[in-house]
């Protein structure tokens, strides 16, 4: 099965579902495929936050560097009840079920780690939570496979809290712990980049 995410619908293949969100290709997908449902995503920059609760999904996209899945939650932001939403629940994309995989494409926590950091600390408007997370495997996630894939973060990029997982021919971005959690993972001919932290950038 196939499916296609752009924001221009003109001169797409006939037959094919098109999406202009990939939260509405995702929802329109099996609930329990034993085959893979490929969502192909045109280049652009989609601001949703996705939760991967159906197995066998796969998301292709256009190209690595200019097909970006972005979201800016952080540790200490509130939900709606009030409480932070911790590590656990700010990732921009959030896996949940088993033969995830994603290729060509970038996975972002856009939030404003630099600017934070260089708030004074008594700053009421600095948060003492900035973990940011960019992916993470949650509890149900298993062989999740990503080639070709960025995911740019500051601290917490990368959480592999839960299942097996393989990263090949990518770029992962961050600081603080940026890779990091109890899962099973293999990082196989990968670009690890250590971003630098507003603190320590050069002044003057």
Known sequence: CHAIVSRETSGLPRGTPVFTSINAALDAAPAASATPYIIHIRNGRYHEKLFID???????????????????????????????????????VIIRAA?????????????????????????????????????????????????????????????????RTHIRHSEIAGNIDFIFGAGQTVIDQCDLVSRPRGRDLPTG
């Open 99 to 163: 033969d995830f995989h994603a290729e060509s494409l970038t996975v972002e926590n856009t939030f404003d780690y630099l600017g934070n950091d260089a708030k004074p600390d008594d700053d009421p408007t600095r948060t003492n939570e900035p973990q940011a997370v960019a992916l993470m495997t949650d509890v149900g996630a298993d062989r999740t496979s990503l080639h070709n894939v960025r995911l740019l973060g500051y601290q917490d990029t990368l959480f592999t809290l839960a299942g």
């Open 54 to 92: 159906k197995p066998h999904i796969v998301l292709l996209g256009e190209s690595r560097d200019h097909t970006i899945l972005s979201y800016d939650d952080y540790s200490g932001i509130k939900d709606a009840e009030g409480k932070s939403l911790g590590t656990w629940r700010c990732a921009s």
